[in-house]
């Protein structure tokens, strides 16, 4: 093999008349025969495809070969694959990550002869296979076949497929020009390279997930345009059953569907309190068992699926801070046991602009994606000292609460100044390429958020406090009338080619949380003057949603829902009377 191959310990295959190989020239590098080849070490696990023929089932998932033979593992494809060597996405094994205290103890050091190996195999049935990826890393392979609902898998993706009556080619061709660019969880030459053999070889809930978000650009493909629309309501109730399925046998792209279905979930399900499950916890805990919260920099799997396991980690961990945020929720993904490395450039392969008209810019996108995991590292620092429930215990008995708050947000506030500040040109709301789709609305909407929020907490902080400073007064009620009038504006000021790119899927709960922060200004307005300015700006903010909403920016649609929806307070007993005054407003004795 090349130096490169051999140091990634991956196949090196050279095409026909090429005097590079194939890994070399997707990651674009050199391929040369310049060291020495390294002594061969005796594997502690030995995975011939003898052995996995005796361990396989009678029922076998075969990848489809254009002869038409089959293989059931993707080491034993003919030719090249970028597939080959993949840890987390296997064909019919998936995997689970190994602690420290892991029974059987893989870590102790003890060393297992081969022959021992193959004897326990006729002795004893119960045994693990392990690979590790790195020292200090291994995984426990386990067998798809010998989980609950595994026959189900087959019936369920072809039952997607036919849902797409065949538009599957076109709607994975519209979800790469629009959606990717802007939320790159997939590997899109993996994507392609096994679609272009069967759409079996998927987890079910991924391929109707790429089908669900590509149908809601529908109208950006010339030849869809012109069909009838397929069944989206079947197609997300097969997702989110086959996902709960899928779950038994997690793998990568398990958590690529759950993160995606988020997004349409959120966007495009009707009533925002109809949701079908929690998924964000479901989807942490099934990532621990994969190891996504671990830096898998120097581990023994393909380059490709370092970058991979990265994007798909921080759209995890961003999820989850703003899950946390927007529905009040505790984080699921502690600081000290976040160790992935920060994204790079080089953790995003896809670099190919598409020139239709209509699509997403890939650069653009994936500037956007790297500024919103930086957003979420402030983000989860100011739900742990601001927002959490040690935090607000802690506030609640400072004798001021006001300056004790101020002394808390000064530092996030100085880091998100900074994050604004180091936002690159391209990230700017009017700098949008002709006829392409930009999501930066996205990260500047999750932004303004953040901010609002800190200021919220301010304004109830000086409500609740009495006889506060003139000077303190004035002064947190113009910053926070500054973070108003800025959210408001922006959502007033979106073009079409922000309204009709992608948004990610806190963005409906953000529009509410906004016009939520106006009612607050203007219940606590000083003067008649400027309760009527608040009012006023109340009413422009929600005709924008609906204008805009109407204009193809369907998660404000989400947003007025969530904004109209009415609140009753329950007597707490026959002798309080009714009220419908906030208990916030007056204080409880």
């Known amino acids: 093999?090349?130096?490169?191959?051999?140091?990634?310990?991956?196949?090196?295959?050279?095409?026909?008349?090429?005097?590079?190989?194939?890994?070399?020239?997707?990651?674009?590098?050199?391929?040369?025969?310049?060291?020495?080849?390294?002594?061969?070490?005796r594997s502690a696990n030995p995975s011939s495809a003898a052995e996995v023929q005796v361990q396989s089932p009678t029922k076998r998932r075969f990848l489809n070969l254009k002869p038409g033979t089959g293989v059931e593992e993707y080491h034993t494809l003919p030719g090249p694959s970028l597939l080959k060597h993949?840890?987390?996405?296997?064909?019919?094994?998936?995997?689970?990550?190994?602690?420290?205290?892991?029974?059987?103890?893989?870590?102790?050091?003890?060393?297992?002869?081969?022959?021992?190996c193959a004897s326990s195999h006729t002795k004893n049935a119960l045994h693990d296979d392990v690979r590790f990826v790195h020292p200090h890393h291994a995984f426990r392979l386990l067998q798809d076949s010998q989980t609950e609902g595994y026959r189900q898998e087959q019936s369920d993706v072809d039952e997607i497929e036919a849902t797409a009556s065949g538009h599957g080619p076109h709607l994975v061709q519209l979800y790469f020009r629009i959606v990717h660019p802007s939320f790159p969880i997939l590997h899109k030459h993996v994507f392609l390279e096994k679609y272009a053999r069967s759409h079996r070889e998927f987890a079910p809930p991924l391929l109707a997930a790429v089908y669900l978000l590509a149908s809601g650009y529908w109208s950006y493909d010339e030849k869809l345009a012109k069909s009838r629309r397929i069944d989206t309501a079947a197609l997300q109730n097969l997702a989110f059953s086959a996902l709960q399925n899928?779950?038994?046998?997690?793998?990568?792209?398990?958590?690529?569907?759950?993160?995606?279905?988020?997004?349409?979930?959120?966007?495009?399900?009707?009533?925002?309190?109809?949701?079908?499950?929690?998924?964000?916890?479901?989807?942490?805990?099934?990532?621990?068992?994969?190891?996504?919260?671990?830096?898998?920099?120097?581990?023994?799997?393909?380059d490709w699926e370092i970058g991979l396991r990265r994007r798909i980690g921080w759209a995890l961990y961003m999820q989850d801070k703003w899950?946390?945020?927007?529905?009040?929720?505790?984080?699921?993904?502690?600081?000290?046991?976040?160790?992935?490395?920060?994204?790079?450039?080089i953790d995003f392969p896809d670099t190919t602009e598409d020139d239709q008209e209509g699509s997403s810019e890939v650069e653009r996108g994936r500037l956007v994606f790297q500024h919103m995991a930086r957003l979420s590292v402030i983000l989860g620092e100011i739900l742990r000292t601001i927002f959490s429930a040690r935090a607000r215990k802690v506030l609640?008995?400072?004798?001021?609460?006001?300056?004790?708050?101020?002394?808390?947000?000064?530092?996030?506030?100085?880091?998100?100044?900074?994050?604004?500040?180091?936002?690159?040109?391209s990230l700017k709301m009017d700098t949008a390429a002709s006829?392409?789709?930009?999501?930066?609305?996205?990260?500047?909407?999750?932004?303004?958020?953040?901010?609002?929020?800190?200021?919220?907490?301010?304004?109830?902080?000086?409500?609740?406090?009495?006889?506060p400073a003139p000077t303190v007064t004035q002064v947190c009620r113009s910053a926070a009338n500054e973070r108003f009038t800025n959210a408001t504006d922006f959502i007033q000021r979106l073009q079409a080619q922000h309204l009709h790119s992608f948004w990610y899927f806190a963005s409906a709960k953000c529009c509410a949380l906004i016009h939520s922060f106006g009612q607050i200004l203007a219940s606590t307005a000083l003067a008649e003057e400027e309760q009527v300015l608040y009012s006023r700006k109340l009413k422009e903010f929600k005709w924008a949603l609906k204008v805009n909403s109407e204009a193809g920016?369907?998660?404000?649609?989400?947003?007025?829902?969530?904004?109209?929806?009415?609140?009753?307070?329950?007597?707490?007993?026959?002798?309080?009377?009714?009220?419908?005054?906030?208990?916030?407003?007056?204080?409880?004795?």
Request: proline residues 6%.
């Open 1 to 41: 093999p090349c130096d490169a191959c051999r140091r990634r310990k991956s196949k090196c295959v050279t095409e026909d008349g090429s005097a590079i190989c194939v890994l070399c020239k997707f990651h674009g590098q050199q391929c040369t025969y310049l060291e020495a080849p390294q002594p061969r070490k």
């Open 86 to 116: 993949t840890l987390g996405l296997q064909n019919r094994h998936h995997t689970e990550y190994l602690g420290l205290n892991a029974i059987p103890d893989v870590y102790g050091g003890q060393i297992l002869d081969p022959s021992d």
């Open 246 to 302: 899928t779950m038994r046998r997690p793998k990568l792209s398990t958590i690529q569907a759950g993160l995606l279905l988020s997004q349409w979930q959120k966007a495009f399900m009707g009533s925002p309190y109809e949701q079908r499950d929690r998924l964000t916890v479901q989807l942490v805990n099934l990532s621990h068992g994969l190891g996504l919260h671990l830096d898998c920099s120097y581990w023994d799997i393909p």
């Open 323 to 345: 899950t946390a945020l927007l529905e009040s929720r505790p984080s699921l993904i502690s600081q000290d046991e976040w160790d992935v490395e920060e994204l790079s450039e």
């Open 396 to 425: 609640d008995a400072a004798p001021n609460r006001l300056e004790h708050l101020l002394e808390w947000i000064k530092p996030v506030q100085i880091r998100l100044k900074e994050w604004f500040l180091t936002l690159p040109d």
């Open 435 to 467: 006829m392409k789709l930009s999501s930066v609305g996205y990260l500047r909407l999750s932004y303004l958020t953040v901010e609002v929020c800190m200021h919220k907490n301010l304004i109830r902080a000086l409500v609740a406090t009495d006889h």
């Open 553 to 589: 920016a369907s998660f404000m649609k989400q947003a007025l829902i969530l904004i109209n929806h009415s609140v009753r307070l329950i007597q707490q007993g026959p002798e309080n009377g009714t009220t419908n005054t906030s208990p916030a407003s007056v204080g409880f004795q």
